[in-house]
């Protein structure tokens, strides 16, 4: 009986260590995402400040996003067909448009696009894929003056 006893205080001691770690670990990770994030809002933050005198403006936001303005979207809106082919009607295009091109010009991943002003990332990411293939990727690109954006624009164009 005494032999189980301290096999239960033996469980009872591993568990209450791994607990330990594992909030330490997790303070650790979340520590580590924070700055991450913040790091980058900085590096874009800098270089939507800095002027390239020796190419073409590409213009880039920060990590917090800006929508498409309204000259931008006059440009593009005649573009972009109204009317899907057939079945359910097309999502907001204009706010569809901003996550894709929030995710072309800062660099970031699709997962990272701000749902509450974009929408939902995947979405974004099959009208990015559509409008490739029809081409109209390239169209909306030259419509803004921004042919050589970085970004999801490398991937099919």
Request: include cysteine.
């Amino acid at each position: 009986m005494l032999a189980m006893a301290e096999r239960d205080e033996e469980k009872r001691a591993f568990r209450l260590g791994w607990s330990a770690w594992r909030r330490a670990h997790q303070a650790v990770a979340k520590r580590c995402e924070k700055a991450s994030r913040a790091a980058k809002r900085a590096l874009f933050h800098r270089e939507s400040t800095l002027k390239d005198r020796t190419g073409p403006h590409v213009t880039t936001l920060s990590p917090d996003g800006a929508p498409l303005t309204d000259a931008e979207w006059k440009m593009v809106e005649p573009l972009i067909p109204q009317r899907p082919p057939a079945g359910r009607r097309y999502n907001d295009h204009r706010a569809v448009l901003g996550g894709i091109l929030w995710v072309a010009r800062t660099g970031s991943s699709w997962r990272e696009m701000p749902e509450e002003e974009f929408g939902k990332w995947q979405t974004a990411y099959r009208r990015y894929e559509l409008w490739v293939k029809q081409g109209l990727w390239k169209r909306i690109l030259q419509a803004l003056g921004e042919e050589g954006l970085p970004g999801p624009t490398t991937k099919g164009s």
